[in-house]
Each structure stands twice: as C-alpha cells, then as structure tokens.
C-alpha cells in the first residue's frame, strides 16, 4: 500500500497477558518509529530503528517492551504481561531518513490497545 | 531531552476567525520544529515543518508558523479558519541530527460553521 499500516487496529486484553502490535511502513523508508500515546496525553516516543544501526530504545517505559525490526520492512512491538497503564493507542511511524533530522515522519492508524 | 508545551489545550472559534496555537520548547541547541494535524478519523500528517532559512514557514491548507528562537518558540497561525480545520494540532521538535521526535500535548480545535 502508499501509507503505513498498522496490525490489528484495536486489541482488548486481560492483564497479564502478553501482546503483539505489527508496522508495515512505506517502501524504501530506511527509518521507523514507535510511539504511544496515552488519553490526554501527546505522542510518547518508544524506539526507532535506522537503517542497519542498533536501535534507540531508550523511551521504552520497562523490560516488558520490545520491538523488532527484520532488514527495512516490518517491525513488531511486543509489550509482556500487560498492565492497566498500558492502554493507549500505538502509532507507528516511517521516514526515508534524510540528515540532521529533518524527516517528515509519515504515521500510520494506530493501535488501540485497551487492558482491562 | 527536549519538551514542548502547548497551551489552551481545547480551542473552540467559529469559522473567518483566526486562529493561533503556541508552541514553546526546552532545548537549547540547534532543533527542527513541525506542526502535525490529525483530521477526524485520519492519520496524523505533516502540516509544516522548520529546519533552517526563512522563520516563517507556510504549510498546507493556508496555514503557516514563525520560529522565534529568543523565545522558544514556534507558534501556528491561520487567518480564517474553515469548518474543515476542525481537528488536533501537535507541535514537535527534535534536535538536529536526531530523528525522534518530542511532541506536545496537542490543542484541539474545533471551528463551529
């Protein structure tokens, strides 16, 4: 598709339980984001992978998020044993990775994440 | 790490009203500022961005924001809204050479016909 998409795009869960939330960016975009944004509140950042480079994790909240990327394409935000404080839709975003940050970054739907 | 305040976080004006949106940011390096709208029921997209040049960058849909660097800021302002304006406005900003980005909490507007 031209857009990012975003897989499912609403999740209820138990807490306790285990979920995974899917990105598929636009093609040939080198970078991809994750945020989250909770009710009220502005987009939090959780991770961003560039290229081939380690990626910046450093905004997921605790051990219980993670996130993958396979080469330039899909990525997959894992968040374990959920809790009630994790209910937020989650965006995902992409960008061809121009320099000094100047990307505009193209957002995906979101997933509503919802933990009772 | 860098933070944006946006303030009157709910903005409610009737249409041919102008419209403007503060947006103020800790960081006192080099950054690049943008402004992203999401319409009801869509994606959040770009609206305009600022990264260096001319502190008046014009966006989309008319509406435009001035990066006063003295003051931290990077304010958006459109002369006469429409209906079609109604939506949530985000100011972000990052530092030059790192990608992610800082967002505020967002103003929603609403512009009554």
């Known amino acids: 598709g031209a857009g990012v998409s975003q897989s499912p795009s609403n999740k209820v869960t138990e807490k306790g339980k285990d979920v995974e939330l899917r990105c598929d960016p636009i093609s040939g975009h080198t970078a991809l984001y994750w945020y989250r944004q909770r009710l009220g509140q502005g987009l939090e950042f959780l991770i961003y992978?560039?290229?081939?480079?380690?990626?910046?994790k450093s905004g997921l909240p605790s051990d219980r998020f993670s996130a993958e990327r396979t080469g330039e394409s899909v990525s997959t935000l894992t968040i374990q044993r959920t809790q009630q404080e994790d209910s937020a839709v989650y965006l995902c975003?992409?960008?061809?990775?121009?320099?000094?940050?100047?990307?505009?970054?193209?957002f995906g739907p979101g997933t509503r994440l919802t933990v009772l | 790490a860098q933070s944006v305040s946006q303030h009157n976080h709910h903005v409610i004006l009737s249409e041919a009203a102008s419209l403007e949106l503060g947006c103020n940011y800790s960081y006192g390096g080099t950054v690049n500022l943008f402004w992203y709208v999401q319409y009801p029921g869509q994606h959040l997209q770009l609206l305009l961005k600022?990264?260096?040049?001319?502190?008046l960058v014009k966006g989309i849909k008319g509406f435009e924001a001035e990066f006063i660097k003295s003051k931290f800021s990077f304010n958006l302002r459109k002369p006469s809204v429409q209906w079609s304006d109604t939506a949530e406005y985000f100011c972000?900003?990052?530092?030059?050479?790192?990608?992610?980005?800082?967002f505020g909490k967002g103003n929603q507007v609403v512009v009554i016909p």
């Open positions: 600022y990264f260096s040049g001319d502190p």
């Open positions: 975003a992409s960008s061809p990775l121009r320099p000094l940050g100047t990307d505009t970054q193209y």
């Open positions: 972000a900003v990052n530092a030059q050479g790192n990608n992610r980005l800082a």
């Open positions: 992978f560039q290229g081939n480079s380690a990626p910046d």
